[in-house]
Each structure stands twice: as C-alpha cells, then as structure tokens.
C-alpha cells in the first residue's frame, strides 16, 4: 500500500493560493505557486515568504541544559546569551555529521531547531549520554509553525508586521507580536544569500500569522516562495541541506563548516577529528560547486570523473537564475578541488561537462 506524505498545517492555504504540490520526501509540498523564478526573484530583489514548517523544533530546560549540550554539540553554546543563536552539528565520535541544527538561548529554556525527521534520532542519541545530568528535552515540533522570510526588504515587513526591525545579529531573537498572539522573529542566518528572518508560531495561530505576513509585505512585493526556487536559492548561495548534501557518513570538516564550528571551546563529541583536520591534516574530499556547459541539470547521484576514474557525486543540482546556467553541489576527491578544474560528470547514458566552482555561487555585492 503506497504511505501518504504528511501535510504542512497550512496545506489548505497553500492549495487556496494556487501552490503546485510534490511528495518526494515524505511530505506534500508547495513546490511552486505558478511561476518558481518569479518567487526567485522576489527573494533576491524584494522579499519572499516559505513555510519551513517540516524543520522539527525540541525545547530543552534543565538546570544543566547549556552544559549537557556545550559537550554534545560542535558550536559554543555556553558563550550564548538569552536572545542569541548558533547554528551547531551534532556528531558521533569518529566525527560524521548526525544533525545540523540551530541553538536558540531564552531565558528559562533552549530551542533546537532540525531537519525534517531528526529530531526522534537525536533525541534518542543524545539520551544514551544523559547520566546525573538535569536536562529534558521535549520534540515541540507539532505545536510550531515556522515560516521565513527572505530578501533585501525582510526588515521593512517585519517592522510592518510586529511593529519592531528584526535584531541585527545573525540568530538573534525576541518574543514579538502579531496581533495578540506571540511568536519568536529571529534573523535567519542567510540560507538563501539574502537578509532573512524565521517566524516561531503556535500552530494553532500559524494561519492568522502567515496572513499577516502577506499582508505586512504587500507594499514591498512579497510572494509566496515554493520548494523549487528555495532550493536555486541556497544552492546558488551554497548552503548544504541535511539529508541531501550531508547524511552521517560525511564528515564535518568536508562540508563548508566554520559557521557549526568553536575552535576554542573544549571538548565534545567528535572535536578531536575535527581538531586534527583544522590543524594537522586534511580531508580526502570536500563539497564544492560545479558549473555546467549546456543546458542539462544532472541528476542527484551523478558520477564525478575525471579521465573515466570516479573523482566525487552530485549531491544538488539546480538552473541557476542568476547564472542562467546549471549549477550542483557536488563531492570532489582534494586533489581535483581547485577552482577552474575541468571535470566530466556522468548523468545516465550523457556525459556533460562541468568545471570546479567556489562557493558560494551568488553573493549579495
């Protein structure tokens, strides 16, 4: 019997505005509201709305919650204050990547947010190193609705819509409020290359919030963003998605890391593997851009050769709108990692040809 994808809690409205749906992960999503590189271009030029409610949200509280979490995790956490934010990775001890997510620090508890289906892992992982530690973790992920919004004007909509600007610093937050229902507005940390701000609803007022969001951004163009122009956008801006570009064979160090990473902090998990990559060694493969000839987007496992020896894989490949090309993120052996770098990439009975590319593709000038 064939499953039935899960559902965004604002699948209706969604259908009510014209979105085109696909299930090709488990979930049924708006894959684009009628015209993607139309919503592309709001988000580099204007501003763009997308649900990002399949990212599963866990509430941590506890006496030693930032302690427990400062060994677990591969990021700061202790130097956070209440109102500040990291992204982070979650790791084992050979250090391959089992979560990317980010920390959010409040007052009286922490807020983790992961990838669509993480959460039940992690938590179950991260319960095996929970010994006299006071540290309890909750999956709120069903009782939150998350939206983002992208692009040069997402501070005008948000001053229009909570009555105060977005805070300057990346993963910095603040309770807002939309009419009388409170949400969280933190500064997104630039998925898609351009300013951007995540909205933490209640579920039960996800509606009423996205509402006002397009309403808030009439004035500056908003449009609805739908799976296919989000992922142009952080392909071109460079950013690795959990569970397409990373999985848990992949270690950290061949991912572009430096924002996951505390070089300073001590120990956790995995830190030794990545200490000696930093500092004494190196990786036998990174993930780098590739930039297509032709007009042929590869498919997602396309082999990477060079001189008809396998040299990496696609992991991502989109059209660039910007670059009015093909584009891919892709694993490549080191040796083959310098920018410029001609490559053949195999894509079932085509053989096309790509060049190393650096990331990110697009930066805003």
Not at 233 to 262: F, K, N, Q
């Amino acid at each position: 019997m064939k499953s039935v994808a899960n559902r965004l809690p604002l699948h209706a409205v969604h259908a009510e505005i014209g979105a085109a749906f696909a299930s090709p992960w488990g979930w049924e999503l708006p894959f684009s509201y009628g015209d993607p590189e139309a919503e592309y271009r709001a988000v580099r030029t204007g501003v763009g709305l997308c649900d990002r409610s399949t990212a599963e949200v866990v509430e941590v509280t506890g006496r030693d919650r930032v302690s427990f979490l400062q060994g677990m995790l591969s990021n700061d956490v202790k130097a956070l204050a209440p109102g500040q934010g990291c992204p982070a990775a979650f790791l084992d001890a050979h250090g391959k990547v089992q979560a990317l997510l980010t920390v959010l620090v409040l007052e009286d508890r922490l807020l983790l947010t992961l990838g669509s289906g993480l959460a039940a892992k992690t938590l179950q992982t991260l319960d095996k190193y929970l010994i006299s530690e006071k540290a309890h973790f909750k999956d709120v992920s069903t009782e939150t609705a998350l939206f983002m919004v992208g692009g040069p004007k997402t501070a005008r909509v948000i001053q229009r819509l909570t009555g105060e600007p977005p805070l300057p610093a990346a993963w910095g937050h603040a309770e807002r409020t939309v009419g009388d229902v409170p949400i969280r507005v933190v500064t997104g940390g630039g998925e898609t290359g351009e300013s951007e701000a995540w909205l933490y609803a209640p579920v039960s007022h996800g509606e009423p919030v996205w509402r006002a969001t397009v309403e808030a951004g009439k004035p500056a163009g908003l449009r609805p963003v739908g799976v296919t122009a989000l992922d142009v956008l952080r392909v071109e801006a460079g950013v690795p998605w959990y569970g397409h570009d990373v999985d848990e064979t992949v270690l950290l160090p061949e991912i572009p890391s430096d924002p996951y990473v505390s070089y300073t902090k001590g120990c956790y998990i995995g830190q030794e593997i990545v200490a000696r990559v930093k500092y004494r060694g190196h990786v036998n493969r990174s993930l780098t851009g590739l930039t297509f000839d032709g007009d042929r987007v590869p498919r997602t496992g396309a082999v990477v050769e060079v001189d008809g020896r396998q040299v990496g894989s696609v992991t991502s490949a989109v059209r660039s709108f910007a670059l009015n090309r093909p584009i891919a993120l892709a694993f490549v052996r080191r040796e083959h990692l310098d920018p410029g770098t001609p490559l053949t990439v195999k894509d079932n009975d085509l053989t096309l040809t790509a060049r190393v590319t650096p990331l990110p593709f697009y930066r805003r000038g």
